[in-house]
């Protein structure tokens, strides 16, 4: 399926001349024009110019500010009608001898639709162009190459097929990969969007990363509507500060664990395990020390949630043991109020003390992390524990320590998260393990440790390598 108008926005070379163009806000018209510009700027970002009256009468003239949650929508040349919010609009330059000025926005995500005239397209097709993905792809495509006399061979598509739908992925060029869809003849639209939702969380998780969507063009029926996405997307993936690391084995089964994370993602209150993952692969974005302190929540966090999915009292070894802990640590409280009391101090000082020791809680949720592992039959090792208190202790608290003094904690921690979130997802195949604890990691249903470490200089090694390519 034919996509000229996302492939223009990717590459860089958007420019639709607007014919008309509303500026609204809480539903009344603030401005109207009649010429405008959607195009990509020098510095890629989507952006919006209107030619409008210098001073419209219902915007301030000093307070720019106001002009925040615009809703702005309007007709192209082409034909394309459009709908897009903006972040913020202002003037940019003012046209010589009238009073007229050229108003700049960045849009958030902007929606073309237009109806075609065309065979009538019953299922609904989609085709997309996503983050960059470098793997995953086991059919070949054959080309002749000028000037050889042998065909050229590249591994660069795949396919999972259902009853339901069928979907294709293609490399693409250096920046970004093909998506398409196609579902069958009676689909409806909550369908496709379960489909495609469910498939970006399989494929997110599949390379350890949040895949985003770029640009899509959707036909159903004779509409076609086509979604570009603003600033707030084309954001940059990755800082540099912690490795992203994918979390099974890349060139192994990708098909296979696709299909299966899909069908588990289709259902909805499945849709909050990969929200734990986007939360730290989030953080990144913001600072190595962000991006630690989440990883240690989230391995909290998601431990919590797979004990509370198991049926009836939680009886797993660790859980027997922290509760007996606790049983214990509530008792020498009780002694340590007793042997307050017994001493002759100054009342409120004494008040004071006992409230301190009534308020005191073990507060540890190691038993829980591997209570959770128990629950779906891993055994976390008590150095791997200790690496999360190590880090969550140090990131809560500011520690300043590099990603080199930290990289064992970090490695540790991502595996014992991506472990549990594999095995709830249904996976029994090969991980890969990260970090100087990688030898404690079997490959599940298999007695034959997992012996492949991945440190920090192979993967800053292998990084070098992939930027150079790009």
């Not at 009292?313 to 802990?325: G, H, I, N, Q």
Request: glycine share 6%; aromatic share 8%; net charge negative.
């Amino acid at each position: 399926m034919k996509n000229e108008l996302c492939t223009s926005f990717v590459e860089g070379d958007l420019d639709e001349e607007l014919v008309h163009i509303e500026v609204v806000k809480a539903g009344s018209v603030l401005v109207e024009s009649s010429y405008g510009r959607l195009f990509m700027s020098p510095t890629n970002k989507l952006t919006l110019h209107l030619h409008a009256p210098s001073i419209p009468g219902n915007f301030p003239t000093k307070d720019y500010g106001e002009f925040n949650g615009l809703q702005v929508v309007g007709t192209t040349r082409s034909g394309w009608k459009f709908n897009t919010l903006v972040f913020l609009m202002k003037p940019l330059s003012y046209l010589p001898g009238e009073d007229m000025a050229v108003w700049s926005m960045e849009p958030f995500e902007v929606v073309l639709q237009r109806t075609t005239e065309g065979e009538l397209q019953s299922p609904i097709r989609y085709s997309g162009l996503i983050d960059k993905i470098d793997c995953l792809f086991d059919k070949s495509t054959t080309r002749m190459v000028e000037g050889s006399t042998r065909p050229s061979i590249s591994l660069d598509w795949s396919e999972i097929k259902s009853a339901e739908y069928s979907i294709r992925l293609y490399r693409g060029d250096s920046t970004w990969s093909i998506l398409e869809i196609e579902m069958q003849s009676n689909a409806s639209v909550e369908d496709f969007n379960n489909v495609l939702q469910s498939f970006l969380n399989a494929l997110s998780l599949r390379m350890g990363k949040r895949v985003d969507v770029l640009a899509t063009k959707i036909t159903h029926g004779r509409t076609e509507t086509s979604h570009l996405a603003g600033f707030h997307m084309t954001r940059l993936k990755h800082t540099g500060n912690n490795p992203i690391v994918p979390l099974v084995m890349r060139n192994n089964m990708g098909s296979n664990f696709l299909m299966a994370a899909m069908e588990f993602f289709r259902e909805n209150q499945n849709s909050a395990v990969i929200n734990f993952l986007y939360s730290v692969w989030d953080a990144e974005l913001v600072s190595r020390e962000n991006h630690r302190l989440q990883l240690a929540i989230a391995l909290e966090g998601f431990s919590k949630y797979v004990n509370k999915l198991q049926p009836g009292p939680l009886c797993t070894p660790a859980e027997v043991k922290r509760k007996a802990d606790e049983e214990k640590f509530s008792k020498l409280k009780d002694e340590a109020v007793k042997l307050i009391d017994s001493i002759e101090f100054d009342e409120g000082h004494r008040n004071r003390l006992k409230n301190v020791v009534k308020r005191a809680s073990l507060n540890d949720s190691g038993p829980m992390i591997r209570s959770a592992g128990e629950c779906l039959g891993i055994n976390f090792m008590d150095d791997e524990l200790k690496c999360w208190r190590s880090m969550r202790h140090a990131a809560a608290h500011g520690d300043n320590s590099t990603f080199d003094e930290t990289e064992s904690d970090f490695f540790a921690l991502q595996s014992m998260l991506y472990r549990l979130v594999l095995r709830l997802v249904g996976w029994s195949g090969p991980v890969v393990p990260y970090g100087q604890y990688a030898k404690y990691v079997t490959k599940p249903d298999h007695e034959e440790p997992v012996v492949q470490t991945i440190n920090l200089s192979t993967i800053k090694a292998i990084r070098r390598v992939e930027d150079n390519k790009n």
